[in-house]
C-alpha cells in the first residue's frame, strides 16, 4: 500500500539549522502532528516495522512513527545537518526512547544493512532538484511491499480571509525565497505523478489543512520564524531586507492587521442600508450585531 498526502544531493536548505529554527520546526511538528499521525495510520505503518525517516531534522517524524510501530519496532532517521542529529539524538535520550536511531547523511546516497518496512517523509522531497530521481534512488531501500509515504507542501493553499495584506506579504517572501534557493513550494500538487514515474503504483492521497482565526492563530507565530530563518537569504536574493521586514514585530502586524480588517468589516456589514443595529450587553463588554 502506498499512500501519499498534501501538505536536498538536495537543493540549498535556505532555513538553515540554529537552534531557533530546530526549535521552529518543533513548533511546526505540534502543528502538523495530527495530519501526519492519521496519514501514517491510514497507510498502515504498526508494530513491528522497521521504518527509515528521510530528512528527519529534530525527529519529530521519527518519534510518532516510533510510537505507533512500538518498542518491537525500529526507527532510523536521517539528516545530512549534524546539529540536527545532535539536537534529535539528546531529545531520544531525554524522552527515553530506545528503539529510534539518528544517522548523519544522505538517505538517497547511502547504504543500509538491512531493507526497510517504510521509508516516511515531512516536507523532504520539496527540496530535492528532482523528486522523482530522489524516490528512484530511496526506493531499493525498501522491502518488496513496503510502504512509502510523503507529506508535502501546497503553498498556493496559504490564505487570509479577509484579505490581509502584511500576512500575504509574508507568504510571498516566502515563496519567493523557496523558489529562488531550488525548493518547491507546490510539491504536494505533483505526488501523484511523481511516484507513478519513479516506477510506484498511484498512491492514495489527502490533503490536511490548519485553519484558525483571531490573534492566537498559530501561523501568526510559525510565518514570523519561517521568515526569520530566511531572512539572511531573503537579503542575499534581493527579496527583502532587514529593515523591511521587522520580523521581532512581524507576528504582532500581522495579527493586528487581520484584527482591524474584522473591524473594518464589521463595521460596513453592521451600517448597510436595510439593517437596524441592537446592543446586547455580554460580560461586561457591549457587541453590536445586526438583524434585517
Request: neutral net charge; charged residues 25%; contains cysteine.
Amino acid at each position: 500500500m502506498l499512500v501519499a498526502a498534501q501538505q536536498a544531493g538536495p537543493t540549498e536548505y535556505a532555513l538553515g539549522h540554529s537552534d531557533r529554527e530546530l526549535d521552529r520546526l518543533n513548533m511546526q511538528a505540534h502543528m502538523f502532528e495530527p495530519f501526519t499521525r492519521q496519514l501514517f495510520r491510514e497507510a498502515g505503518l504498526g508494530s513491528g516495522m522497521r521504518v527509515l525517516d528521510v530528512g528527519c531534522g529534530g525527529g519529530d517524524v521519527a518519534f510518532l512513527a516510533a510510537e505507533l510501530i512500538g518498542p518491537t519496532g525500529t526507527v532510523v532517521g536521517v539528516d545530512r545537518t549534524p546539529a540536527a542529529i545532535i539536537r534529535a539524538t539528546a531529545r531520544a535520550e531525554n524522552k527515553r526512547i530506545s528503539n529510534v536511531h539518528f544517522v548523519e547523511g544522505d538517505p538517497t546516497q547511502m547504504k543500509f544493512d538491512e531493507d526497510f518496512d517504510a521509508l516516511v517523509g515531512r516536507l523532504i522531497l520539496m527540496y530535492y532538484p528532482d523528486p522523482v530521481d530522489a524516490l528512484r534512488k530511496l526506493l531499493p531501500h525498501l522491502r518488496p511491499g513496503g510502504i512509502v509515504v510523503f507529506q508535502e507542501i501546497d503553498a498556493s493553499g496559504c490564505k487570509s480571509h479577509p484579505a490581509s495584506p502584511t500576512y500575504e506579504r509574508c507568504v510571498d517572501w516566502i515563496t519567493r525565497a523557496f523558489h529562488l534557493t531550488g525548493a518547491q513550494s507546490k510539491t504536494g500538487l505533483e505526488l501523484h505523478r511523481t511516484f507513478q514515474i519513479a516506477g510506484l503504483p498511484a498512491p492514495t492521497l489527502r490533503l490536511d489543512a490548519a485553519v484558525g482565526a483571531g490573534p492566537d492563530t498559530p501561523a501568526y507565530k510559525m510565518l514570523p520564524e519561517i521568515v526569520r530563518s530566511l531572512l539572511p537569504a531573503m537579503e542575499r536574493l534581493g527579496i527583502a531586507t532587514a529593515a523591511e521586514v521587522e520580523v521581532e514585530s512581524l507576528g504582532l502586524r500581522i495579527a493586528m492587521k487581520w484584527l482591524l480588517t474584522m473591524e473594518l468589516s464589521s463595521v460596513h456589514r453592521s451600517s448597510e442600508p436595510g439593517r437596524r443595529t441592537k446592543q446586547r450587553q455580554s460580560k461586561g463588554t457591549v457587541t453590536q450585531y445586526t438583524n434585517k
